[in-house]
């Protein structure tokens, strides 16, 4: 894989925003699920094709959903265009999702439309074409193992903590010599089939004519029982506490790592979670930086990621590098007295509030930047659940109450599963 105080903090937002609306789409034939978000005041459109399966769902080689995303983009432009890498690739995958978004004119809803479909065929593309993807995709993620040494870090973290190198915590690297065309279209045929298929269109459209087109160029698709999601079953031994320590010369500054495994209750998912999530998050970020560096001299940095799944787990890392003299130890003796500790004086109403400012502005910025709304409506649908506009989102905000902001964050700091990384920059 969003709820404000002050009903005031939606002013906020412009009309446009909280007037957005997504609509559940009938006649959609055997596809999951299809939404359509107007908006009059982008004068596009764009159609969102949310395969419900990323890089975590990947079943024996790692880096295979990249792979066969650059291959069912690329064969879609063949099928439609007639000529691959006739234009940029509008794709990414996700731990969860792969998603491929068509843009244009309002009058070219049938080119977009086309080329969403065609993702559901099978990969056809020359062989050359093949290979030589294969070798982009190699170097597309060599080189962010090189701009991003953290990746790897929080691999090894995450593979201590749940046991397994696939899943959540994948091996992409060792994996990617392995990368074939084979195994890409085993995962087409498994993963592209309509019942794992979210499509949302958005924009200046009519919802009468979204619907019209989603029927006419889906409406033969036939239901299927979806790919199993077995990932998230994966969960670290009760009481797991590993530390690993290892050297490399790849990292800049001696650096923990510390990943924990939070579980909320059965009945939660990532849609109910939304709004104690982001403000909560924004408070515990905020009150560990000035603990760790405001008010302690024994950290350089802290950089902290949450990973919130659809059935409400969550895994938070922690990248704290320690200031020189402060030993590995201490580091992580001082970072978990400080989480502890975090709530011994409990979030005021003006720091919630604050909390939900932040969130108002967000929504705020997204509304009116057409990427950053595609962002928006990707964000909970990845999980396969209703998309959420910025308006909704504001709505979500204001819901939230501080009772649910406390406890989502007494359930973020208490005692659970961890393994932490004492990786040492070698000379």
């Not at 890498?85 to 049938?110: C, Q, W």
């Not at 597309?140 to 959540?168: C, D, F, I, V």
């Not at 938070?316 to 320690?322: A, G, H, I, K, N």
């Amino acid at each position: 894989m969003l709820r404000f105080i002050v009903t005031v903090f939606l002013f906020l937002l412009p009309v446009s925003a909280t007037a957005q609306e997504v609509i559940p789409l009938k006649n959609i034939g055997g596809l999951h699920s299809a939404y359509v978000v107007p908006r009059n005041d982008f004068n596009r459109v764009d159609v969102q094709v949310l395969v419900l399966s990323g890089s975590y769902d990947d079943d024996e080689v790692a880096g295979t959903a990249h792979f066969l995303e650059h291959l069912a983009a690329f064969s879609a432009d063949t099928y439609v265009l007639r000529q691959p890498r006739e234009r940029d690739l509008f794709a990414k995958t996700s731990a969860v999702a792969t998603i491929y978004t068509n843009s244009g004119h309002p009058a070219e809803i049938d080119r977009l439309m086309k080329l969403s479909r065609a993702l559901l065929d099978t990969p056809k593309l020359p062989e050359d074409f093949l290979q030589s993807e294969k070798q982009i995709v190699e170097r597309e993620t060599y080189l962010r193992e090189r701009q991003y040494p953290t990746r790897w870090l929080r691999r090894k973290a995450l593979q201590n903590l749940y046991g397994s190198t696939r899943g959540r915590a994948n091996d992409i690297i060792a994996d990617v010599p392995k990368l074939s065309l084979e195994a890409a279209l085993d995962f087409h045929a498994k993963h592209y089939v309509p019942s794992n298929i979210m499509l949302i269109i958005s924009g200046n459209i009519p919802p009468e004519l979204a619907e019209k087109k989603v029927a006419e160029y889906f409406g033969d698709t036939e239901a299927s029982t979806p790919p199993e999601k077995w990932w998230l079953d994966e969960k670290p031994q009760p009481g797991l506490r590993k530390i690993e320590r290892l050297t490399s010369n790849r990292l800049y500054d001696d650096t923990l790592v510390y990943a924990k495994f939070v579980e909320y209750p059965v009945e939660d998912t990532s849609i109910d979670l939304q709004g104690e999530f982001f403000i909560g998050v924004s408070i515990f970020e905020s009150r560990i930086r000035k603990a760790l560096i405001f008010d302690s001299f024994d950290y350089q940095s802290v950089n902290t990621s949450f990973f919130l799944a659809k059935n409400g787990d969550m895994e938070m890392v922690s990248f704290l590098v320690p200031m020189p003299g402060v030993s590995f130890e201490d580091a992580l003796e001082t970072f978990e007295t400080t989480i502890a500790g975090l709530l011994d004086t409990p979030p005021s109403a003006q720091e919630i509030e604050t909390a939900r400012k932040r969130n108002a502005a967000h929504a705020s910025s997204a509304a009116r930047r057409p990427d950053d709304f595609l962002a928006f409506l990707e964000n909970v649908g990845s999980d396969g659940l209703p998309p959420i506009s910025p308006g909704t989102y504001a709505s979500l905000i204001e819901e939230t109450t501080d009772a649910e902001v406390l406890e989502f964050l007494e359930n973020l700091i208490a005692p659970a599963p961890m393994s932490a990384v004492f990786a040492q920059k070698e000379d």
